[in-house]
């Protein structure tokens, strides 16, 4: 097992703002060539960082509480070597409090949820109430509104939003957007990108050069295709991750991706060596249906004390009742109010909600995650323009398999079903 070792301050913080929160991959709006639509995609981050309550609400202009030096700003780092402490805007620690916090937390807890395992580390109590600590933490509704205790940021770039497929300049315009429409947290997804011509490691360190220089907080880095059959695929990709931290000066967050996307196996040895460099503040989880695999990862990531972020949109409720303790998923992208009463309802122990939300939840998966899986989507976009999200012209996935028109009709006779989407940010 390798040794463990303390997060860096930057990781540290990240793993404090985001754990037991939920950051929605996004999608791209984009016509039927694949253009993207810039009126459509600011149209789609307000409403839907509305529907999280971390949009307007809480500023739109990307203000950070607090900033602090880690060290000497690497390749693509900020030119004053300054990392921006990306717990601020989702009510974490600010830096001064980093360095007190003696790691991540993680108690290895998998099975119960956080109000049953430790009351004072849930943003609310039983009856939905900041407990004293956790207020003195500047914890739970940093803007007023009830939903900004789960809201932990926004991932871009993620396979949902076919970040490896855009081209750079509309790559750009999408982080651009959403970091103007919040202050929370955004990471990034990065790899290989379509246009690339380098080696797997220069092209993903490159993206996320780009990231961190247009204000990406976080990184994460997917599995290079082109190690899949490498004989030392796992010290390359190890190697990899080191790489990306040394060139960004940000935490790094690893991605362990189910095949039918472009993604491997990451054993559990692979995930202990990942989970134990300072600059991982976790690891995303999207096994697909991979149960086993998803249990050993968890308790793999969480034996280090880092962050086992699921991202298992078929296994939802029970990835949260594995010990996964935070969410970047794609089936929040259009409706990030039904994922966050999941995990909100999971948080504060009260489970016949969790239930009932976990339920709905599986529900509108059932008709999005399906066969064939790259289709998936066309249909979080069809069912983004049902809940008003996106407008039809905006709702094209050009890079995916076409879809029978029945399918649609499932999606939205589902979502009919499902409790309505709040409409106060449209």
Wanted: glycine share 12%.
């Amino acid at each position: 097992m390798p040794r463990q070792a303390r997060p860096l301050p930057a990781t540290e913080a990240l793993i404090t703002a985001l754990r037991h929160r939920l950051l929605p991959a996004v999608l791209t709006p984009m016509s039927a060539d694949g253009r993207v639509d810039l009126a459509e995609l600011e149209r789609y981050a307000t409403r839907l960082l509305g529907d999280g309550r971390g949009g307007a609400a809480c500023g739109a202009a990307p203000q950070r509480a607090s900033e602090m030096r880690t060290r000497p700003a690497g390749r693509g780092a900020p030119s004053d070597g300054v990392v921006r402490d990306a717990g601020a805007g989702a009510g974490g620690p600010r830096s001064s409090d980093a360095a007190a916090l003696g790691g991540s937390g993680a108690d290895g807890g998998g099975g119960l949820s956080p109000a049953a395992r430790d009351q004072s580390d849930v943003d609310g109590g039983e009856h939905g109430e900041p407990d004293a600590e956790g207020a003195s933490r500047g914890e739970g509704d940093a803007c007023g509104l009830g939903d900004a205790d789960i809201l932990g940021g926004v991932a871009v770039w993620a396979h949902t939003g076919r970040g490896l497929r855009l081209a750079r300049p509309d790559r750009l315009r999408v982080l651009d957007t959403f970091r103007q429409a919040t202050a929370l947290p955004i990471v990034a997804g990065v790899g290989v990108p379509a246009e690339g011509t380098g080696t797997s490691a220069d092209e993903t360190v490159r993206m996320a050069v780009d990231a961190a220089e247009h204000g990406a907080d976080a990184v994460m880095v997917y599995p290079p295709s082109a190690l899949r059959g490498s004989v030392h695929r796992d010290a390359e990709v190890l190697r990899l991750h080191e790489r990306v931290a040394e060139a960004v000066d940000r935490p790094v967050i690893g991605f362990y991706l189910h095949g039918e996307a472009g993604g491997y196996e990451y054993p559990p040895s692979l995930l202990a060596e990942l989970s134990a460099l300072p600059a991982v503040a976790g690891v995303k989880l999207a096994t697909l249906d991979r149960a086993m695999a998803c249990q050993d990862a968890i308790g793999e990531i969480r034996r280090h004390d880092r962050l086992a972020i699921t991202g298992e949109d078929r296994m939802f409720g029970p990835s949260l009742m594995w010990g996964a303790d935070t969410a970047l998923a794609g089936i929040a992208a259009a409706r990030l109010d039904l994922t966050a009463s999941v995990l909100r309802s999971w948080n504060d122990g009260a489970h016949a909600a969790f239930q009932r939300d976990s339920a709905a939840l599986d529900r509108f998966a059932a008709v999005t995650f399906r066969s064939p899986i790259e289709g998936y989507v066309q249909r979080m976009f069809w069912a983004a323009v049902h809940e008003g999200l996106l407008s039809e012209h905006a709702a094209h996935d050009p890079f995916g398999p076409p879809l029978p028109p029945h399918e649609r009709h499932a999606v939205s006779a589902c979502l009919d079903v499902l409790p309505a989407r709040s409409r106060a940010a449209d």
